[in-house]
């Protein structure tokens, strides 16, 4: 699905330049479960930021289904990240004045969806993810569990064909965070491809591949022959 090729990262703070990323090269098949695992700023962030054109990189090509994208306006690139991807942050990133319903409807919005069927889509998504009792709820008075499943919600509003996941469990306990991986696997097994970043060597474990990376460079990259999870 995405190729990327001799990825670089500069990031030139004048004084003080920071390569984090150096020659990346990787691929992500559709289907695919990948932890993406690596120490403390080993480019894992900068990595998914590209992967998901959040971000783009210093040089290096960037494939989507073998269409270069790498030069494409912002404009265009938005549309492919808005029609193509869904993220979920660590740090959840809902927006505080909009209700959890609101949360979701909004990337329909972004894609033409009438009022009617962004309202019935984004209950059938909040739904899904055993939110149905706090569709009015704002960010603020649902617990980091539930806002977390609210922006699972939101990334899937658009039937991403990828989720990319940063540290998605990383401000959650222990239970709410297996929670959040059921559902994730879940959706892998009904065909959406999962690229998530974590810190935690069992979370990483439950993936069907295993990326490293340090220091900007892909240390290793390994089948898991399927995950080891449930
Ligand atoms: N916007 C930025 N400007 C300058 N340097 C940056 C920027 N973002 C990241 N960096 C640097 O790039 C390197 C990689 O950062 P990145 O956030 O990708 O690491 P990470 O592997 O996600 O780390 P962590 O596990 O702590 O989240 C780090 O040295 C970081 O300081
Ligand atoms: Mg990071």
């Known amino acids: 699905m995405i190729t990327l090729k001799n990825i670089n990262k500069l990031y030139d703070l004048g004084e003080v330049k920071v390569n984090a990323l150096k020659g990346i090269n990787l691929t992500i ?3 695919d479960y990948v932890s993406i695992m690596g120490p403390s700023g080993s480019g894992k962030s900068t990595l998914m930021h590209i992967m998901g054109i959040l971000d783009t990189p210093s040089s290096g ?10 030069a494409l306006p912002d404009k265009e690139l938005a549309r492919i990240r808005n029609k193509h991807f869904g993220f979920i942050f660590q740090s959840f990133n809902l927006f505080p004045e909009l209700s959890a319903l609101e949360n979701v409807m909004l990337p329909l919005g972004y894609a033409g969806v009438t009022y009617g069927k962004r309202k019935a889509r984004a209950k059938e998504l909040l739904d899904e993810v055993g939110l149905e009792h706090r569709m009015q709820h704002l960010p603020t008075m649902m617990s980091g569990g539930e806002q977390q499943r609210v922006a699972v919600a939101r990334a899937l509003a658009n039937d991403p064909d990828l989720i990319l996941a940063d540290e998605p469990t990383g401000n959650l306990p222990s239970d709410r965070g297996h929670e959040i991986m059921d559902i994730l696997e879940k959706l892998n097994k009904n065909g ?4 998530m970043v ?3 060597p069992d979370q990483g474990l439950r993936a069907k591949r295993i990326i490293n990376i340090k220091d900007g460079l892909l240390h290793s990259d390994v089948d898991n022959k399927g995950g080891k999870s449930v």
């Open 192 to 195: 959406v491809t999962i690229a």
């Open 61 to 70: 090509q960037y494939l989507l289904e073998d269409y270069d994208i790498t």
């Open 198 to 200: 974590t810190h935690s």
């Open 29 to 31: 098949n559709r289907g």
